[in-house]
């Protein structure tokens, strides 16, 4: 079974500053999609950044990054000049290509902004 | 561009009451997923609708939850009877078939507390 990990409860990290968020997933499966979303204090979930298995080009968003490892099965998100309003719940998912619903979520990481 | 609209956006009840949450996916959107998130056991798929029709409802804890989707612009999940235990945020969230990586747009979700 399909499985992602979040190692880290809680993070911090100084305003401007550069933090990244840890992923890791376990999967037989070669082709496959990988999500970060963020919950913020309004607990609405919005989606951050996608990542296509097949695609060995890191995705970008502007001040978020992903490093995709795919041998490795890891996939952290990188945050650069972190902002006050970046402070939420991110949760890592994933979803196998023969499936066109089911995420599979990680527990999340609490990232907490210091001013 | 309106998101997914959902509502109410709190209810409080009493056991034993019937409760009714409304959503609204992003137009032209052709997949609903209702999920569930508590403290406890996270984000979970309650249900999944394709062209209005239920593909999985595996994540339907009992029979006590329903959940209907008339028409493409409009999902209801009802809990009759609530109790304390279904005390939680449920998201609505719609994704379109033909985008390769099928990401799924939240709503502001409902927090729904049963005394």
């Known amino acids: 079974a399909q499985t992602v990990t979040q190692s880290q409860p809680e993070m911090s990290v100084q305003e401007a500053e550069t933090v990244t968020l840890s992923c890791t997933y376990d999967?037989?499966?070669?082709?496959?999609?990988l999500f970060w979303y963020k919950q913020p204090p309004s607990r609405q979930m919005i989606l951050v950044i996608r990542?296509?298995?097949?695609k060995q080009q890191n995705a970008t968003e502007n001040r978020f990054s992903v490093n995709f490892q795919k041998a490795a099965k890891s996939f952290s998100l990188k945050i650069s000049d972190s902002q006050l309003g970046d402070a939420a719940m991110y949760f890592c998912?994933?979803?196998?290509?023969?499936?066109?619903?089911?995420?599979?979520w990680g527990a999340g990481t609490k990232l907490i902004i210091k001013p | 561009d309106a998101g997914v609209i959902q509502s109410p956006r709190h209810e409080v009840t009493e056991m034993g009451q019937e409760v009714t949450l409304r959503c609204k996916p992003i137009s032209g959107h052709n997949s609903l997923f209702w999920y569930r998130q508590t403290m406890m056991r996270g984000l979970e798929l309650l249900i999944y609708f394709n062209n209005n029709v239920p593909i999985d409802d595996s994540g339907m804890p009992e029979d006590r939850f329903s959940a209907k989707m008339p028409n493409a612009s409009f999902s209801t999940l009802k809990i009759q009877p609530s109790e304390p235990r279904d005390s939680a945020v449920y998201f609505c969230?719609?994704?379109?078939?033909?985008?390769?990586?099928?990401?799924?747009?939240f709503g502001p979700g409902t927090r729904l507390t049963v005394t």
């Open positions: 969230a719609s994704s379109l078939e033909v985008l390769t990586s099928y990401e799924q747009y």
């Open positions: 990542q296509e298995a097949y």
């Open positions: 999967t037989s499966e070669s082709d496959y999609y």
């Open positions: 998912a994933y979803r196998a290509s023969d499936s066109n619903y089911q995420l599979i």
